[in-house]
C-alpha cells in the first residue's frame, strides 16, 4: 500500500512571508517562488568572511557616496510567486535607494549581491540564485567559496569569471562606479 501525499502548502506572498516568525535556532529565512527556506546559522569562517568583506566594501562605498551595504537584508526579487532573497551582504548604488532605510524588503535587486557558501549548500541551489538576482537587475553575482578561496563573479548575459588567491578584485568586478576598489584575495582567504 502507498503512501498518499499529503496536501501542497500554499505558496505565500512576500507580505505573508513578513509575518512569520523568526526562526527559532537563530538562522534566517528566505522565500523561494512561494516556499520558504530555512538556512541554518553560518559557522566561524563564513562570519569572518563577510565581516571582512563588510569592512573593505562598506568603507570603500561610505568615502566614495557610492549608495548603502546591506547585510542579510531581503530584496524581493520576483513576484507572483513571490521570490525574497537575503544575500550575505549586497551593495545597492545611489540610484536604487529610495528613501531612508525601511522595516520592510527592498524591491528589486540589489547592484551587488554577495553569497558566502556554506558547507551544506547546494549548487543548483545557489545557480537559481545566481539567476533570480540577475533577471531582476543585479549587475554583479559573487559566490565566495571559502573552502575552494575561490570568488566566482557572475555578470549579466552570463559572464562568469572565477578568481583565486593570486587575484585582486577591482571596481569594476562590484559594479562601483569609480575606480580604486582593491581586494585583494590572498588577504580575504588568510588564516
Do not use: F
Given at each position: 500500500m502507498s503512501a498518499q501525499p499529503g496536501p501542497v502548502p500554499a505558496l505565500l506572498t512576500a507580505d505573508e512571508f513578513w509575518q512569520l516568525p523568526d526562526p527559532p535556532h537563530g538562522g534566517r529565512l528566505e522565500l523561494v517562488e512561494g516556499r520558504?527556506?530555512?538556512?541554518?546559522?553560518?559557522?566561524?569562517?563564513?562570519?569572518?568572511?563577510?565581516?571582512?568583506l563588510a569592512l573593505a566594501l562598506g568603507s570603500f562605498v561610505k568615502r566614495h557616496h557610492l549608495g548603502r551595504l546591506d547585510l542579510e537584508t531581503g530584496y524581493r526579487v520576483a513576484r507572483n510567486p513571490d521570490t525574497v532573497l537575503a544575500p550575505d551582504l549586497a551593495f545597492r548604488a545611489a540610484?536604487?535607494?529610495q528613501g531612508p532605510p525601511s522595516d520592510r524588503y527592498v524591491d528589486g535587486a540589489p547592484t551587488l549581491a554577495i553569497e558566502i557558501m556554506s558547507p551544506e549548500d547546494?549548487?543548483?541551489?545557489?545557480?537559481?540564485?545566481?539567476?533570480?538576482?540577475?533577471?531582476?537587475?543585479?549587475?554583479?553575482?559573487?559566490?565566495?567559496?571559502?573552502?575552494?578561496?575561490?570568488?566566482?563573479v557572475h555578470r549579466p548575459g552570463g559572464d562568469a569569471h572565477t578568481y583565486t588567491e593570486r587575484d585582486t578584485l577591482a571596481s569594476d568586478d562590484a559594479a562601483f562606479p569609480v575606480p580604486g576598489f582593491e581586494l585583494p584575495l590572498a588577504a580575504l582567504f588568510a588564516d
Open positions: 520558504v527556506i530555512e538556512h541554518m546559522p553560518v559557522g566561524e569562517r563564513h562570519g569572518a568572511i563577510a565581516a571582512e540610484d536604487r535607494i547546494r549548487e543548483a541551489d545557489v545557480a537559481r540564485k545566481i539567476q533570480a538576482y540577475l533577471d531582476a537587475g543585479a549587475s554583479r553575482v559573487w559566490i565566495v567559496r571559502p573552502r575552494n578561496r575561490t570568488i566566482t
